[in-house]
């Protein structure tokens, strides 16, 4: 049973466009999200986070959507750079849960230069 | 600043054979640890997670088991690897109530 769902396993966009990665969960307990970023034989790096009680948060590049009706999120970078190509991760976690995350199976980025 | 020590990068490993994973953070006290390991074209799956020293919650029944035998330091073992137990296995960290969890530079493991 797949609680974090990344449909669509790759994006391809051009250098200085906007990248736009999605995620859905079913789990309604879910109550914060966060993206990782992880490039090729490396552990993930975090990236940004958002708390349910937010709809938007933002940092530099990197903007995350949430909408809870929909129970879907998304990642917008922008503008996007060719080192932004990597493997993008949505994770789920809820309060209480020892900040056990749940994944999805990731997106893969590609940036043309 | 706190770092994360896992090792070795990759291993080969034959069928029947035993397995030790170890990761160290430095820097933290009483961080919860975990392991999650990355199948080929699947998602990060949590395997165990441990609160404190000798605390181990397993996540899924598998062939594999965690120990923390100190505050900072978390192990993964097998006494008899299958294979398919190949993978990228990953330790990471987190701090109290944080959500936000730290990982390492992880474990390419392939059972031959």
């Known amino acids: 049973d797949q609680q974090v769902k990344q449909n669509s396993p790759s994006l391809s966009v051009q250098e200085g466009r906007i990248s736009i990665l999605n995620c859905d969960y079913t789990n309604s307990m879910f109550d914060y999200f966060l993206w990782y970023k992880k490039y090729p034989a490396e552990g993930p790096t975090f990236l940004i986070s958002i708390s349910s009680i937010k709809d938007k948060n933002e940092d530099g590049r990197f903007t995350v959507f949430l909408n809870k009706s929909a129970k879907h999120l998304s990642l917008h970078i922008v503008p996007s750079q060719p080192g932004d190509s990597a493997v993008y991760f949505c994770?789920?976690?809820?309060?209480?849960?020892?900040?056990?995350?749940?994944f999805g199976k990731g997106i893969t980025l590609s940036v043309r230069p | 600043s706190q770092t994360i020590h896992q090792w070795p990068a990759t291993l080969v490993q034959p069928v029947g054979s035993p397995l030790s994973l170890e990761c160290t953070v430095e820097?933290?006290?009483?961080?919860?640890l975990y392991w999650y390991r990355q199948a080929a074209g699947r998602g990060l799956q949590l395997l165990f997670y441990?609160?404190?020293?000798?605390?181990i919650s397993s996540e899924v029944p598998q062939n594999l088991s965690a120990s923390r035998p100190q505050d900072r330091q978390f192990i993964l073992s097998s006494k008899k690897l299958l294979l398919s137990d190949s993978g990228f296995y990953l330790c990471?960290?987190?701090?109290?109530?944080?959500?936000?969890?730290?990982f390492g530079q992880g474990t390419r493991l392939t059972v031959v």
């Open positions: 990471a960290w987190s701090v109290g109530w944080s959500t936000e969890a730290f």
């Open positions: 441990s609160v404190g020293i000798g605390q």
């Open positions: 994770a789920a976690s809820y309060t209480g849960a020892n900040s056990k995350l749940t």
């Open positions: 820097g933290t006290s009483n961080p919860n």
